[in-house]
């Protein structure tokens, strides 16, 4: 069976009687070429099989949350039952009436079913947990009118009752039986069920559930010893949304406690639940009872039966769609806790890159674009600038200082490709300062995913898996990040040799200024190191603070051209500003942002948002 717990997978029965019986296994919501399965029950499933895969991987030191999780589990597969009940409701309006017998350890159940019936067929024992499996007897009903409980239990296996193996909880019997047609449970399917409190109850309270979530109506027993257990408040709390029509049978109880004990067990109820304490018909304590017995006992057993017969008129199927809606609201915010607090942390991560990201990129600001030494960009535009300005009598200058400026470098290659390695490319000031920005984020983030040491083990568990998944990815991702800075540095060239071009423009609309630049020695001196800057034969930090390149900029700035030449610089630190945002969103900023989306998907609800909200809008 599908319900996860911490004793590992089911034991598969070697018994042929169970290997050779037939299974049905029908989807539910096929059997009558009925609609798809509702949007409300199909993320119910989905959560369902969350909660389930969550379960089986929480470490052992994490008992709180395992049983929080477990507790919740339960819940929402009473709730997917429940809505199929629904379902069979739409499809099967007139399916047989349910009666569940349900009721701790050593209450009694099967004990009450043969007396109701009057014929010994529940197993009765002495032994604690004897029941498993869920057992239905259809009265005086013929068989393909039950054929449909196959596919509500589509997870189970049908197996003649004396196959039920022992070492296996996914099985269930159906029992065909015949009584008196006036009988009140006559036309009914009457389930006995595995006690939901036992010490093996876990392997099986799921099936329980089904059973409780199926019933029309619910026959409760209890025992003195076990009335006021809280596991039988829980199931009773948890039946409550659904107003099923209930029966108590307070069993093996001595005449004299009559009194006390139902009135200790309605002021339990009305603790426990809003509405009215149901009829509470107590049996006395008789020790083996046979079948011989059954005439000690008429005054009770009439009672009971016509409590059970009073709750079987009491049936309104047409309100159970609002009762399922009800349970569902009443259990939604404890389902989704753990999905929206998954939710939260890939928030926070989001929240920390984005937070990252714009640090570095301040980082890039602060040390680049707004540095009054280190910014180059603007003097490499100038440097395009000089080389439009076809200043007159300056080729043969150029031409010589081309030369002697790039022999060095010349032989430098030359030196290179002898020693057998590819040219070595001096790293600008700009691919720099983005590198350290780059290097930055990373241990920004490292640090602060190490900071979360401290929190509640399952919050701890997800920022040690992330920080796992970060430290197999930097490498990647840093070589990644590289090469787009080279291909940022080569892709922004023709933005500089625009910016250029429009300063050209904007002087040849000053011809003024122009002559009178092409007139000064500073200009030719300034133009001969734009030569040597193209030809590599000086860095752009030696062109910048080069005595002829601050007196053309000065020349510049206090010219006519003045205010155009600000606003151009500033159009290309905002364009270049641009690029290298674009440039940390595509190589690291998305990739970071989907980093949780790599983590192991098995210990992960997974559940969207946009899935939540969904199925919360039919709830409104």
């Known amino acids: 069976m599908s319900f996860s717990n911490r004793k590992g997978p089911v034991i598969q029965s070697q018994d042929p009687r169970v290997r050779n019986a037939i299974v049905y296994n029908l989807p539910f919501s096929n059997l009558d070429g009925s609609p798809a399965t509702p949007t409300m029950l199909s993320f119910i499933r989905r959560l369902k099989h969350s909660y389930e895969s969550v379960l089986k991987h929480i470490p052992p030191d994490d008992e709180g949350r395992f049983l929080e999780l477990r507790r919740n589990l339960q819940s929402i597969s009473f709730g997917e039952a429940v809505l199929e009940k629904s379902e069979l409701i739409q499809t099967k309006e007139h399916h047989p009436l349910q009666v569940a017998v349900l009721g701790p350890t050593q209450a009694g159940k099967s004990s009450v079913i043969n007396w109701l019936l009057e014929k010994k067929l529940a197993e009765v024992s002495p032994l604690a947990g004897f029941t498993v499996h869920p ?63 036992s010490v093996d109850a876990d392997e099986y309270r799921q099936a329980v559930l089904r059973v409780a979530a199926l019933a029309d109506v619910v026959l409760l027993i209890l025992s003195k010893d076990k009335y006021a257990d809280l596991s039988v408040w829980e199931l009773i709390g948890l039946l409550e949304p659904l107003s099923q029509p209930t029966v108590i049978c307070l069993n093996k109880i001595e005449k004299a406690s009559y009194q006390t004990l139902a009135e200790s067990l309605q002021e339990k109820w009305r603790n426990a639940r809003r509405d009215p304490p149901p009829p509470i018909i107590t049996v006395p304590y008789l020790e083996n009872i046979q079948a011989d017995d059954f005439a000690l006992l008429h005054s009770e057993r009439a009672q009971l039966l016509n409590a059970v017969d009073r709750a079987i008129r009491g049936v309104h199927r047409k309100q159970h769609a609002k009762s399922a809606k009800r349970f569902v609201q009443i259990h939604w915010r404890d389902w989704l806790v753990p999905v929206k607090a998954e939710h939260n942390l890939k928030a926070e991560w989001r929240n920390l890159v984005d937070e990252a990201v714009r640090d570095s990129l301040n980082i890039y600001k602060r040390d680049y674009l707004n540095h009054p030494h280190h910014y180059e960009t603007f003097q490499r535009a100038l440097a395009e600038l000089l080389t439009l300005l076809e200043i007159p009598g300056l080729a043969g200058t150029l031409l010589t200082a081309r030369k002697i400026v790039t022999w060095p470098v010349r032989q430098i290659v030359k030196l290179g490709r002898a020693v057998g390695g590819r040219r070595q490319q001096s790293v600008s000031g700009e691919a720099a300062i983005l590198h350290q920005a780059a290097e930055h984020l990373f241990i920004r983030l490292s640090e602060t995913i190490l900071l979360k040491r401290e929190e509640e083990p399952f919050r701890q568990a997800w920022w040690k898996e ?104 500033a159009e290309l630190k905002q364009q270049q500003f641009k690029a290298v945002e674009e440039l940390f969103n595509k190589t690291v900023h998305t990739y970071l942002n989907s980093l949780p989306e790599q983590m192991d998907t098995s210990r992960q609800f997974n559940i969207p948002r946009e899935a939540i909200d969904s199925a919360e809008a039919q709830l409104d």
């Open 466 to 569: 992330l920080a796992e998944l970060l430290r197999s990815a930097r490498p990647v991702l840093a070589n990644r990040y590289a090469v787009a800075v080279d291909q940022y540095l080569r892709a922004f060239q023709p933005q500089i040799e625009k910016t250029a071009h429009g300063l050209y423009d904007r002087l040849r609309e000053h011809p003024a200024v122009l002559n009178s630049l092409r007139a000064t020695r500073v200009t030719t001196d300034a133009a001969a190191l734009a030569v040597a800057l193209h030809t590599g034969g000086i860095g752009v930090q030696d062109f910048i603070i080069a005595p002829a390149m601050l007196s053309l900029t000065t020349m510049l700035t206090e010219s006519a051209l003045g205010r155009y030449m600000n606003k151009a610089a």
């Open 135 to 197: 057992q239905g007897f259809y009265i005086n009903l013929s068989p393909d009118r039950v054929e449909w409980i196959d596919g509500y239990f589509r997870h189970y296996q049908r197996c003649p009752r004396d196959a039920l193996p022992s070492d296996r909880y996914d099985c269930f019997a159906l029992v065909e039986t015949t009584t008196d047609a006036r009988h009140p449970l006559s036309g009914t399917v009457l389930w006995d069920t595995p006690d939901f409190d």
